[in-house]
């Protein structure tokens, strides 16, 4: 997979995820604006009708004053007519049977009922009850004679001038009365008489949150408010006129705002919104670790690529030396000179070394790979260890006029772990140190023990690791950067495979180095403890 093309796919990723980021938000957002203008419309409706009850309540007290009033004065005649229901209901009403008289010529219906004084008498509201005179008709002069029809018929004209001339009187007493009325808002009004409608109209709509009012007048006089009301606030206010319908006085606003609007207006689209957010973040994140993933494996790909390219062009070498040699000894014209066994046999030695190495080379490679280790656990003497892996090194340490120092404490406990594997921990420090050091390298290694771990120190004098690299050089791979040419030989898995080891044994591995004064890798193996990984 070339990597422009992972580039490509890379950049449409985020681009789409980006574009779905977006319509996300704008989405969240109006949907907080639908819930706000909604929040908004229910609170203006209940102010609406808080001023509606309030006003209904001021004329109905206006009413009881009046009727309060008349009733002292002595004048009941117009409450009676001008408050009757508009039925009787009478507790003990005797009806008379009707009686029928027939003559020749004509029919009397006679139909008579009367109130026990006793009854208890009951004004139902709803609808109005009118006491009409009686007209009696005459068929004859005569009143008394049979041929008499009595017929009982409203004067309505008549009474609907009485009726509304009366009521006209009684609204002209309530119009002023209102008008009277029209003074200060304190005095027409009371805190817990607005904070009972206030809260009676919110939760009839189901508005619970907490909330602040106060009463304006004008422009800057503000009274019966809350303890917490502050007419400087930033929050969201909503005002309606209160008593719209008065006539000559200076306009009273309720005004009402909710400190925690603005949080109960985004917990309600809160949960969509987190969740919504939350799936798109989480397919960012997946998305980043994709490509992160392709490209890292695109690296190791191309870092295993010359790792085998290299890998055989440093066995070739060997293998060719060997066969060389090989063929030296069986050329039948080389005699038995002493001096010449003496160089074939040191050269096939030293190429199998070096054949060694890299085959080890390739194990540390597929352990690396396989991401498990099996250990060969025996006792181990750590001295003992160190001075093998010294003598695998001290010819390279030599050819560059350098040397190695030994500080090994006598009494070392013993330490159970793979000796083979620990051996290459101790050989690969070592290698780096002669690898990275530009004058003639000088190698210390040290041993120390307490009751739990057993202490090894190698120290070396070369180029040292910068600060801002030291936590990656134990990564796969990780080389520390030097420029754009690599001077010395290596593919980054020598210190990933010495952190491996150590950690399967269970142990711990530190790093002290600065730029140019040198490395100090400092390794803690648990003493007698045979449960590694």
């Not at 909604?38 to 102010?47: E, T």
């Not at 503000?222 to 719209?244: A, G, I, M, V």
Request: aromatic content about 8%.
């Amino acid at each position: 997979m070339r990597k422009l093309f992972i580039w490509a796919l890379a950049v449409i990723s985020f681009v789409d995820i980006a574009l779905l980021i977006f319509v996300q938000v704008k989405w969240i957002r109006d949907a907080f604006d639908v819930q706000k203008q909604q929040f908004d419309l229910m609170v203006n409706k209940s102010m609406v009708q808080v001023v509606s009850r309030l006003e209904n309540q001021e004329t109905v007290e206006t009413f009881s004053q009046i009727r309060d009033e008349l009733t002292k004065s002595g004048d009941t005649t117009l409450i009676k007519e001008l408050m009757l229901p508009d039925h009787m209901a009478v507790d003990n009403y005797v009806p008379t049977p009707p009686s029928w008289d027939e003559t020749p010529t004509s029919y009397t219906y006679n139909e008579q009922g009367y109130l026990n004084p006793d009854s208890k008498v009951d004004l139902i509201s709803g609808d109005s009850l009118l006491f009409l005179r009686e007209q009696t008709l005459y068929l004859s002069e005569n009143a008394n004679t049979r041929e008499n029809l009595i017929i009982t018929q409203p004067d309505f004209e008549e009474n609907y001038r009485r009726l509304l001339a009366n009521k006209k009187i009684y609204v002209e007493k309530v119009f002023n009365q209102i008008v009277r009325n029209e003074g200060r808002i304190e005095d027409r009004l009371s805190f817990q008489e607005l904070d009972s409608a206030i809260r009676i109209e919110f939760a009839d709509k189901g508005i619970l949150l907490p909330y602040e009012f106060a009463v304006r007048t004008g422009n800057t006089r503000y009274t019966l408010n809350t303890k917490e009301f502050s007419p400087n606030t930033d929050f969201q206010r909503y005002s309606t006129l209160l008593f719209p319908h008065d006539i000559r006085t200076i306009p009273n606003f309720i005004v009402v705002y909710f400190p925690g609007r603005k949080d109960y207006l985004a917990q309600s689209v809160g949960l969509m919104a987190g969740t919504s957010l939350g799936l798109a973040m989480i397919i960012l994140i997946i998305s980043f670790i994709t490509i992160y993933v392709i490209f890292k494996q695109k690296k190791l790909s191309e870092i295993k690529n010359d790792f085998i390219n290299n890998m055989t062009h440093e066995l070739k070498t060997p293998i060719s030396t060997i066969s060389l040699a090989s063929q030296m000894l069986a050329d039948k014209n080389l005699g038995p000179d002493r001096k010449n066994l003496d160089y074939i046999s040191t050269l096939i030695q030293d190429e199998s070394k070096r054949l060694g190495t890299q085959v080890e080379r390739v194990l540390q490679m597929s352990i690396l790979e396989r991401g498990t280790m099996n250990l060969k656990i025996k006792p181990i003497n750590l001295n003992e260890l160190v001075e093998q892996a010294v003598e695998k090194t001290r010819i390279q340490v030599e050819q560059k006029q350098g040397r190695i120092d030994l500080q090994l404490e006598e009494t070392i406990p013993v330490i159970y772990g793979d000796e083979v594997h620990l051996t290459n921990v101790v050989f690969n420090l070592m290698d780096n140190a002669i690898k990275y050091c530009h004058i003639e390298p000088i190698i210390q290694l040290s041993t120390k023990a307490n009751n739990q771990w057993v202490n090894l120190r190698v120290q070396d004098n070369g180029i040292g690791i910068p600060k801002e690299h030291q936590k990656r050089i134990f990564d796969k791979f990780y080389r520390v950067p030097t420029g754009n040419i690599h001077d010395v030989k290596g593919f980054g898995i020598g210190l990933s495979y010495v952190k491996k080891v150590v950690e399967h044994h269970r142990g711990q591995i530190e790093i002290h180095s600065e730029s140019g004064k040198g490395t100090i890798f400092d390794i803690h193996l648990p003493v007698n403890r045979k449960n590694t990984q």
